[in-house]
């Protein structure tokens, strides 16, 4: 009796360079082509940035004093791509980073009503020292592990209505009413005829068809599509909202007179140290958490994830990350971290930290050519997060629905993140709900210690506002 032939085993490509090697570019089933789109892709995503950060940060502080937009501009372009650029080489993920939009709006909104930019900015520094921190010790590790799949699965599907919301708004196609009910309509009125809400509608579905075909470079096709058409009608009708005015010019030496701009001698007669306290908790949760969740949702989107939602060098993404905190602080940007978008580069079949190194590199070119940043409308790379985040909503298929233990709190999660424009919030009623409703319902001994301890610190997270004024915070 002859025995079978065993079948050939399939022998992984071999690279073909050593940028290839060190990226793992083949190793990963992409190209050098395909990494540069991506990272061209997630650069234009996320150009936005530099743009909006220093609308956000330019609220006046405890002092009546502002940040400079343009050192803002420049420092926020200057901190994304040098932290970028760090995260792609060490860690060799697609991940880009960005300063924080719940961040910056925390610090503007709540924290320099009671210290100036300059100590707020110290404090984003401390918040980093503190993720760090956590992170070479393995404690953010620890906590990641605790956190059930299910539950790290709802998380990349809340990321991805997020990011559709995101680009939703971003494109006019839906508003705020200012009414109770509803708080939020589509377009003007019910009407979505402005040219900047067409112009998005139009690249969406040329992107979805491009993307139904399987067509490679589909959302770089839909968006360079879109700004073509946008640039032709500004330029026959000169329409208001396309950002296509270069009157400015578009290349000039980038102001950074805010690197180092921090005072850390917080001056006590005017903000308590209860009140510092808080605001470097809620600085670390908002940190901690929401890029805990982006990185997730972006891993289990590149496939780099295995069953428990790890993913390679882990450990040092995280440290990376709390670095991030430390040079946006110290730059006065906010704190630079994982950003969402980095999905638009993923969908675009980015899989490694080469096309990382791609969009840090067009963010530092970005401070001398920070007009240039306006030349895809917004409207436009909106269409690109709605179709991401349509193909991240594909993740909760692998969810089990039916046991209500798991059904409530991935519930909670997906929907809190876009209704609350937070990352962190839908974690938060995700991890709380999930303990709660496992404890109650004889499921204790399931639920990880830390997971109780984080459970707490959310709580705690919510609940900081009356806490705040408890104590006499401002």
């Given at each position: 009796?002859?025995?079978?032939?065993?079948?050939?085993?399939?022998?992984?490509?071999?690279?073909?360079?050593?940028?290839?090697?060190?990226?793992?570019?083949?190793?990963?089933?992409?190209?050098?082509?395909?990494?540069?789109?991506?990272?061209?892709?997630?650069?234009?995503?996320?150009?936005?940035?530099?743009?909006?950060?220093?609308?956000?940060?330019?609220?006046?502080?405890?002092?009546?004093?502002?940040?400079?937009?343009?050192?803002?501009?420049?420092?926020?372009?200057?901190?994304?791509?040098?932290?970028?650029?760090?995260?792609g080489v060490i860690t060799r993920l697609?991940?880009?980073?960005?300063?924080?939009?719940?961040?910056?709006?925390?610090?503007?909104?709540?924290?320099?009503?009671?210290?100036?930019?300059?100590?707020?900015?110290?404090?984003?520094?401390?918040?980093?020292?503190?993720?760090?921190l956590l992170a070479a010790t393995g404690?953010?590790?620890?906590?990641?592990?605790?956190?059930?799949?299910?539950?790290?699965?709802?998380?990349?599907?809340?990321?991805?209505?997020?990011?559709?919301?995101?680009?939703?708004?971003?494109?006019?196609?839906?508003?705020?009413?200012?009414?109770?009910?509803?708080?939020?309509?589509?377009?003007?009125?019910?009407?979505?005829?402005?040219?900047?809400?067409?112009?998005?509608?139009?690249?969406?579905?040329?992107?979805?068809?491009?993307?139904?075909?399987?067509?490679?470079?589909?959302?770089?096709?839909?968006?360079?599509?879109?700004?073509?058409?946008?640039?032709?009608?500004?330029?026959?009708?000169?329409?208001?909202?396309?950002?296509?005015?270069?009157?400015?010019?578009?290349?000039?030496?980038?102001?950074?007179?805010?690197?180092?701009?921090?005072?850390?001698?917080?001056?006590?007669?005017?903000?308590?140290?209860?009140?510092?306290?808080?605001?470097?908790?809620?600085?670390?949760?908002?940190?901690?958490?929401?890029?805990?969740?982006?990185?997730?949702?972006?891993?289990?989107?590149?496939?780099?994830?295995?069953?428990?939602?790890?993913?390679?060098?882990?450990?040092?993404?995280?440290?990376?990350?709390?670095?991030?905190?430390?040079?946006?602080?110290?730059?006065?940007?906010?704190?630079?971290?994982?950003f969402v978008e980095s999905g638009a580069?993923?969908?675009?079949?980015?899989?490694?930290?080469?096309?990382?190194?791609?969009?840090?590199?067009?963010?530092?070119?970005?401070?001398?050519?920070?007009?240039?940043?306006?030349?895809?409308?917004?409207?436009?790379?909106?269409?690109?997060?709605?179709?991401?985040?349509?193909?991240?909503?594909?993740?909760?298929?692998?969810?089990?629905?039916?046991?209500?233990?798991?059904?409530?709190?991935?519930?909670?999660?997906?929907?809190?993140?876009?209704?609350?424009?937070?990352?962190?919030?839908?974690?938060?009623?995700?991890?709380?709900?999930?303990?709660?409703?496992?404890?109650?319902?004889?499921?204790?001994?399931?639920?990880?210690?830390?997971?109780?301890?984080?459970?707490?610190?959310?709580?705690?997270?919510?609940?900081?506002?009356?806490?705040?004024?408890?104590?006499?915070?401002?």
């Amino acid at each position: 009796m002859t025995t079978a032939p065993a079948p050939a085993q399939t022998q992984p490509a071999e690279p073909k360079n050593a940028l290839d090697r060190f990226f793992e570019i083949t190793k990963r089933g992409s190209t050098i082509g395909t990494e540069i789109r991506g990272g061209l892709v997630t650069f234009v995503t996320m150009a936005y940035i530099v743009i909006l950060n220093p609308i956000i940060l330019s609220t006046p502080d405890v002092a009546g004093e502002m940040l400079p937009g343009p050192a803002v501009a420049a420092a926020t372009a200057l901190t994304a791509g040098v932290m970028t650029v760090l995260f792609g080489v060490i860690t060799r993920l697609p991940f880009a980073f960005a300063a924080g939009l719940g961040i910056n709006a925390f610090l503007a909104f709540s924290v320099v009503g009671s210290v100036t930019w300059a100590e707020a900015m110290a404090l984003v520094m401390i918040n980093g020292v503190v993720i760090v921190l956590l992170a070479a010790t393995g404690l953010r590790k620890m906590i990641f592990d605790a956190v059930p799949v299910q539950l790290k699965l709802a998380i990349t599907v809340g990321i991805g209505l997020f990011i559709a919301f995101i680009g939703f708004v971003n494109a006019g196609f839906v508003t705020a009413t200012g009414n109770a009910s509803p708080p939020v309509d589509l377009g003007v009125g019910g009407s979505v005829a402005s040219v900047p809400t067409l112009l998005f509608v139009i690249t969406l579905l040329l992107g979805g068809v491009l993307i139904a075909l399987r067509i490679k470079g589909a959302i770089l096709i839909a968006l360079v599509g879109g700004t073509v058409i946008g640039a032709l009608i500004n330029l026959i009708w000169k329409v208001e909202g396309l950002g296509f005015d270069f009157s400015g010019g578009i290349v000039g030496l980038p102001d950074l007179s805010l690197i180092g701009a921090v005072d850390f001698s917080f001056d006590f007669a005017k903000v308590s140290f209860v009140a510092l306290v808080m605001f470097v908790f809620t600085l670390v949760f908002s940190n901690f958490f929401d890029a805990m969740g982006t990185m997730t949702g972006l891993a289990k989107e590149a496939d780099l994830a295995d069953a428990k939602g790890d993913f390679p060098r882990i450990k040092s993404a995280l440290v990376v990350e709390g670095v991030g905190a430390i040079v946006g602080g110290g730059t006065s940007s906010s704190s630079a971290t994982v950003f969402v978008e980095s999905g638009a580069g993923i969908g675009e079949g980015a899989r490694t930290g080469f096309a990382t190194v791609i969009t840090g590199g067009l963010f530092l070119l970005a401070m001398f050519f920070t007009p240039l940043t306006a030349l895809v409308p917004g409207a436009i790379a909106g269409a690109a997060l709605v179709l991401v985040g349509a193909m991240m909503l594909s993740q909760i298929k692998n969810i089990d629905f039916s046991d209500f233990r798991v059904l409530l709190p991935v519930f909670l999660t997906i929907t809190v993140m876009p209704m609350t424009y937070s990352i962190a919030n839908g974690i938060g009623a995700g991890f709380v709900s999930w303990i709660v409703v496992h404890a109650l319902s004889g499921k204790a001994k399931t639920i990880h210690p830390l997971l109780w301890i984080v459970g707490i610190g959310f709580v705690l997270f919510f609940a900081r506002g009356p806490i705040e004024a408890a104590f006499g915070v401002a």
